[in-house]
Each structure stands twice: as structure tokens, then as C-alpha cells.
């Protein structure tokens, strides 16, 4: 069981890279982390090797311990993962979604389009990450959360330094649908909106 440590490391160092304190390719030192913490190297190591896992640090022995630097490939190949494990996440919470969660969802809409306006790619990507991990609070399906999590980070991670940008208009449209279908409880809606993410192309050079 990961104790409390832990977790509050693992989520430290997380939003470190989120917000863009810790870069892609960017060194790091466990003792360095455990000063800056308060804590001792153990859990620090602990919450590397949970990055690691879902594939946001790279680590070789004895040499070197980094942000990990996702390719447009690999995020063109993590979206195919993600846009399969999403449809199964819709099919499963469209009924019933709580009002509160819905909410969330067009506020993170408006602050997406706030994002695209600004050309600020980081608050894109916070407002767009945020938007689509609203509807797994209500999935009782614990794996399919797990995947869906891991495969997330390393897609946010890559879009952060795409060659270009992807169709903002398009994605901004695919929310505004998930989110119309998901207050109509409409399954079948639901799942066309996620198709349509399927149709934005991801530069790759």
C-alpha cells in the first residue's frame, strides 16, 4: 500500500511537470527533491518509480534520472490508446453524471477557449486535461481509470511541445458535444463526440 508520503511527493513532482517547472528532458536528483520536500530519498524514489510507471520519467542506472520527452509519435500512438479506453469510459458513466461534474466540465470549456484566444498552450492543455478526466470520478471501473490515467499524462506531456499546433477549433468542438450529450444522457451522442477527437491529426513533423 503507497503510504501518504508518497502520494503527496508523487503529486508534488506531478504538478511540477504539469505547470511546466520540471521540463521534458530535465534532469532530476532524488536528494535534491527529498531536500526541497522535507522528506527522506525513499519516498521520493518511490514516487519516481510510480512516474516512471506511467511513462512521465526515464531513468537509466547510474547515469541519469529525467522528465521524460514524449515524441509526436508516441502521442499520435498514446491518443489511439486513449480515444479506446475513453469510449469505454462513456458507455459506462453517461447516465447519471451529477450535475457538479457537468458544471466542472463547461467551466473547463471556458477557460479552454480562454487558453486557444491567449495562444497559451499550457493553459490549452490544463483546461483540455481537466474537461476530459471530469467524467472518470464517476467510473467504478478501477483498471479502466488506471489506463486511462496513465495514458493521459504522456499525451498532455507531448502536446505541451508539438512541431505545431493541432485543430484547437475541432477539439473545442468535440467538448462542447461530449458535454450537450452527456446533460441529455445521450449514449450514442456521447460516443460520436469522442469519434470526432478521433479525426484531429497530430503534426508529427
Known amino acids: 500500500m503507497t503510504s501518504r508520503v508518497v502520494t503527496t511527493v508523487f503529486d508534488r513532482i506531478l504538478d511540477a511537470i504539469n505547470v511546466g ?7 532530476i536528483s532524488d536528494i535534491a527533491l527529498a531536500t526541497e520536500f522535507g ?22 542506472a547510474s547515469r541519469f534520472t529525467r522528465v521524460a520527452v514524449v515524441s509526436p509519435d508516441e502521442t499520435v500512438e498514446a491518443m ?15 447516465i447519471g453524471l ?14 479552454f477557449d480562454k487558453g486557444v484566444k491567449a495562444n497559451d498552450m499550457r493553459a490549452v492543455a490544463t483546461a483540455n486535461f481537466a474537461f476530459f478526466a ?29 512541431p505545431s499546433q493541432i485543430d484547437f477549433e475541432l477539439l473545442g468542438q468535440a467538448q462542447i458535444a461530449l458535454l450537450k ?21 497530430i503534426p508529427v513533423s
Open 21 to 27: 517547472q520540471l521540463e521534458p528532458g530535465e534532469r
Open 134 to 162: 471530469r467524467p472518470m470520478t464517476a467510473s467504478k471501473n478501477e483498471t479502466l481509470v488506471r489506463a486511462l490515467t496513465s495514458v493521459v499524462y504522456r499525451i498532455r506531456l507531448g502536446s505541451l511541445h508539438l
Open 98 to 111: 451529477s450535475a457538479d461534474v457537468l458544471n466542472q466540465m463547461a467551466a473547463d470549456n471556458e477557460e
Open 39 to 60: 522528506v527522506s530519498r525513499t519516498p521520493v524514489r518511490e514516487a519516481l518509480q510510480r512516474l516512471r510507471e506511467i511513462g512521465l520519467i526515464e531513468a537509466s
Open 181 to 201: 450529450s452527456l446533460r441529455e444522457q445521450n449514449a450514442k451522442e456521447a460516443l460520436n463526440a469522442v469519434r470526432l477527437i478521433g479525426k484531429i491529426r
Open 80 to 94: 489511439v490508446v486513449w480515444l479506446a479506453l475513453y469510449k469505454a469510459l462513456i458507455a459506462e458513466v453517461t
